[in-house]
């Protein structure tokens, strides 16, 4: 059985997500300005951060990153 790859963008924000939570810099982005993958690795990295604010725990932050 083959392997379906996740879409690029939600793989973008996913990972943007990540580093947001663990209270990371948005200097870490890996994408250039302009690029669309840019802007959502930024959305996820935001929401990261709020949920690291607001005391999610790290298995909380996890089960929402699976669920998207």
């Known amino acids: 059985m083959k392997r379906q790859k996740r879409d690029t963008i ?5 990972k943007g997500y990540q580093v947001g939570f663990s209270g990371r810099a948005n200097d870490n982005c890996p994408y250039s300005g302009e690029n669309p993958l840019s ?10 951060r709020e949920d690291h604010w607001q005391g999610y725990s790290a298995s909380t932050g ?3 990153v699976v669920s998207m």
Not at 41 to 48: F, S
């Open 10 to 14: 939600h793989r973008a924000y996913i």
């Open 39 to 48: 802007a959502e690795w930024i959305k996820g990295w935001r929401e990261g």
């Open 62 to 64: 996890q089960q929402k």
